[in-house]
């Protein structure tokens, strides 16, 4: 570990406390801010009234700090340059450097790998949830499933979200665009005993349905829709597949009612027969709220 950010510094300096800070246990999230950022004042602009001892926890960072003092004094401005330093790294973490920074560590998983199967073990990146600090630990982004969740090691959920910030990870793939993977419709659906669990059965065509028509929508306005279309294929051939299953056995009739039923249930919007479950008709028929059958 300590190997790998050595070869990250920027320049022949030694920065000891820096350096001992991110090859500490627990502080893998964090880059190695430059020196030249540290120095530059204009960078920690208003931060002066953030952190105690805010000169001393500086001059700690920065490897200049000299002052004599006792041991409990020495660990409050040891805990407030800790402090700083993250409140430095949300800044930094934005600016061409440190995005840079991030972006090997993102590219070697430093931040750990997203826990969702279908998501293939893709890269996280850390985030905040809001950018006052002391308020929310940070959180991992996944942009492949485009959800958030909590780090593995309680080392690293203890970490303040605010020392990255609620735009880092969205700056990210701004900038490196190429970054973000083709949205792919591959997810888990519900099933007992190989047949489709109703209510989410219910939900999936509905979703299937609109995506099916948003789609057509698109290709018609010749608009890119980002989606893989292979996979988008293979959902619609599944649906084909248990449509006809369902025309022809009493089994088939009997699913749809569920289905109706079900979808009420949850409150969503049911699928008026046979053509709207596959959008083919316009979305109108598709929202239309629920009537007896008898209509
Ligand atoms: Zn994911």
Redesign the pocket.
Not at 142 to 147: A, N, T
């Given at each position: 570990m300590m190997d790998e950010f050595a070869s990250e510094s920027d320049s022949d300096y030694t920065s000891y406390w820096r350096d001992w800070f991110i090859s500490s246990r627990g502080n893998e999230y964090f880059c190695e801010i430059d020196e030249d950022y540290l120095t530059d004042r204009f960078n920690l602009t208003g931060l002066n009234t953030e952190v105690q001892y805010y000169q001393y926890a500086l001059d700690l960072i920065t490897d200049v700090f000299d002052l004599d003092c006792d041991d409990e004094m020495r660990e409050t401005i040891e805990k407030s340059a800790r402090h700083l330093y993250g409140l430095i790294h949300a800044r930094y973490v934005v600016t061409t450097r440190g995005l840079a920074k991030m972006l090997d560590k993102y590219k070697k998983a430093d931040f750990g790998k997203?826990?969702?199967v279908?998501?293939h073990s893709?890269p996280?990146l850390p985030m905040g949830q809001t950018d006052v600090p002391s308020q929310k630990a940070v959180k991992l982004y996944?942009?492949?499933?485009?959800?958030v969740?909590n780090p593995k090691s309680s080392r690293h959920a203890a970490i303040d979200g605010a020392y990255f910030g609620t735009s880092f990870h969205n700056i990210m793939f701004q900038v490196y665009p190429a970054l973000v993977p083709p949205k792919s419709a591959e997810r888990y659906i519900p099933r007992v005993y190989g047949f489709k669990v109703h209510a989410s059965a219910a939900l999936i065509r509905w979703q299937n349905g609109n995506r099916a028509d948003m789609l057509r929508r698109l290709r018609k306005l010749e608009v890119e829709s980002g989606f893989k279309d292979d996979v988008v294929e293979d959902d619609l051939d599944e649906e084909e597949e248990e449509d006809d299953l369902g025309a022809d056995g009493a089994e088939g009739g009997g699913d749809a009612m569920h289905v109706q039923w079900d979808a009420r249930q949850i409150g969503l919007p049911v699928l008026n027969g046979r053509g709207s479950r596959h959008g083919r008709s316009d979305i109108a028929t598709i929202v239309q709220p629920y009537r007896p059958s008898g209509e």
């Open positions: 997203c826990p969702r279908f998501c893709h996280l996944c942009v492949r499933c485009e959800d969740y």
